[in-house]
Every structure is written in structure tokens, then in C-alpha cells.
């Protein structure tokens, strides 16, 4: 990848083959259940964050075979006010989108299938980016379904113990439950490990 977009490029003017209302993502993901049984879902704030540039713009870059495309950087953060995970930031998909067609789609398309203004077809990929940029400028709110985990860096390995929110302690406020802690121990050697959570699917536009 470099650092900088070469407008001149060619390949980025070029149009490419995506169905606009095409889920990316072939997983059928079940919500999480709480202990309660209710499904654990979030609403999760959209932004646009800093390329390694430190532009909030997209990025060139190419795959092992040559293939050319724009990706752009996209931050995730939790609304869950009065809980202790409020205002967190969770991890995006591959923390980007971008104009490589997968599943005979685009994460820049699915992306603007999911916050329900699908992309026009046959747009260039200077134009697929420019159309997702001016959807996520206003920072949208989506509901989202987390995927918790953690690593331990002592063991060098995830913990299947520690795979999902429901599987952390609880924590305690005034006695009531108020969610689950950040913090666990490794069952192995025993030290402390963080949780970690990734959206591992996007649901659909709060209105």
C-alpha cells in the first residue's frame, strides 16, 4: 500500500461489476443472547477515521495479484449511554472498506446497502468512494452485533473459554448487573487479559 493517491491512475476511473444490493458477508450470524436470553445488540456510531497518511480520505492499494483499489479507514463506536462500554470503539470489519468486488459485491456497496441508500451501478472507483464518503459524513448510527473475545499474550493463543460477551464476570453496580468486565483471567497461566469485540455484523439503519 502507499501513502498517497495518484489520481492519474487509470485503474480508479475505471467502472466495476457490483449488485448494489448484495450482502457481502455469507455468515448468518445469530445475536448474541444475554443470560436473560435477550439478544445483545448495539447501536453503533459510523465516522470516517485517519489513513496512515493521517487524511481522513481513501487509500490506494493492491492485492498480491495486482488487482488496484481505493479503501477507506472506518471507525466504530458503541452508543450505550449509562452503561460502562458507552462511547467505546469496537473494530470494523477489516477496519476499512473498499472497492475489491467479493461475493459479487463491494464493501463500499454493502456498506451503503446496509445504511439503505444502495449505490448506483457501474460507478468508477474514485466514484464508489466518494458516494460511501458522503454517506458516512454525518456519521450515521447502525445497529451492530459484537463478536467478544480476547488473547493472551503470555499463551500466544485465543481463549474458547473467553469467546462472547456473556462468557466475561458480570459486574455489579449497587448490587444490579451493569454488563460485563473488561477484564478476565487466562485460564491457563492465569494472567489478566482484555476484552476485545469486533462487529461481526452490521443490522441495519437506527431511524
Known amino acids: 500500500m502507499v501513502d498517497t493517491i495518484d489520481l492519474d491512475d487509470p485503474a480508479f476511473a475505471e467502472t466495476t461489476e457490483y449488485d448494489p444490493n448484495q450482502d457481502q458477508s455469507v455468515r448468518i450470524v445469530p445475536p448474541e443472547l444475554d443470560l436473560a436470553k435477550n439478544s445483545i445488540q448495539y447501536d453503533i456510531k459510523l465516522s470516517i477515521g485517519a489513513n496512515k497518511s493521517g487524511e481522513k480520505a481513501p487509500y490506494p492499494g493492491s492485492t498480491g495479484r495486482g488487482t488496484k483499489y481505493l479503501g477507506l479507514v472506518v471507525k466504530a463506536q458503541?452508543?450505550?449511554?449509562g452503561k460502562p462500554y458507552d462511547k467505546a470503539f469496537v473494530n470494523y470489519p477489516f477496519g476499512t472498506?473498499?472497492?475489491l468486488v467479493f461475493n459479487n459485491t463491494t464493501s463500499a456497496a454493502d456498506l451503503s446497502r446496509v445504511l439503505g441508500k444502495p449505490m448506483p451501478v457501474k460507478l468508477s472507483q474514485t466514484e464508489q468512494m466518494?458516494?460511501?464518503m458522503n454517506l458516512l459524513k454525518n456519521e450515521p448510527v447502525v445497529q451492530g452485533r459484537l463478536e467478544w473475545g480476547t488473547y493472551c499474550t503470555k499463551c500466544e493463543k485465543e481463549i474458547p473459554q473467553l469467546t462472547g460477551e456473556s462468557n466475561w464476570p458480570e459486574k455489579k453496580l449497587n448490587g444490579d448487573y451493569a454488563g460485563h468486565e473488561q477484564t478476565s483471567a487466562c485460564p491457563d497461566c492465569k494472567s489478566e487479559?482484555?476484552?476485545s469485540a469486533r462487529i461481526k455484523k452490521l443490522v441495519v439503519v437506527k431511524s
Open 78 to 81: 458503541v452508543l450505550a449511554p
Open 130 to 132: 466518494g458516494y460511501a
Open 97 to 99: 472498506i473498499s472497492t
Open 193 to 195: 487479559v482484555n476484552a
